[in-house]
C-alpha cells in the first residue's frame, strides 16, 4: 500500500501479508480504523499501520475458518 500525506510532503509504503481471497466489508473497515486512529491524535503513518495490520489479521483469521468470500470477513467467531 502506498499513502501520501501533503502536509509535510510524506510518502509512505506498507507490506503486507496477501491472502489469495477478497472479502467483502475490508475496505470499510480499514478506513473505519484508519479514521478512529486519526481522530485519537494518531500520525498517518501510525494510523495507516494500525488499519494495515487488522485488515491483515481480520483476513487470515476469516481465511483461516475456512469461511466463504461472499460471506464477508468474519468479527465474531
Not at 496477501?18 to 467483502?24: D, E, G, T
Not at 487488522?54 to 467467531?77: D, I, K, N
Request: net charge negative; aromatic share 10%; hydrophobic share 45%.
Amino acid at each position: 500500500m502506498l499513502a501520501y500525506e501533503r502536509r509535510g510532503n510524506a510518502f509512505w509504503r506498507i507490506d503486507s501479508s496477501c491472502v489469495p481471497v477478497h472479502y467483502s466489508g475490508t475496505g470499510g473497515i480499514f478506513a473505519c480504523v484508519l479514521t478512529g486512529s486519526l481522530l485519537a491524535g494518531e500520525s498517518v503513518a501510525v494510523s495507516l499501520d494500525k488499519a494495515e495490520h487488522f485488515c491483515t489479521l481480520l483476513a487470515c483469521t476469516t481465511f483461516g475458518q475456512g469461511m466463504s468470500a461472499w460471506q464477508g470477513a468474519v468479527l465474531e467467531r
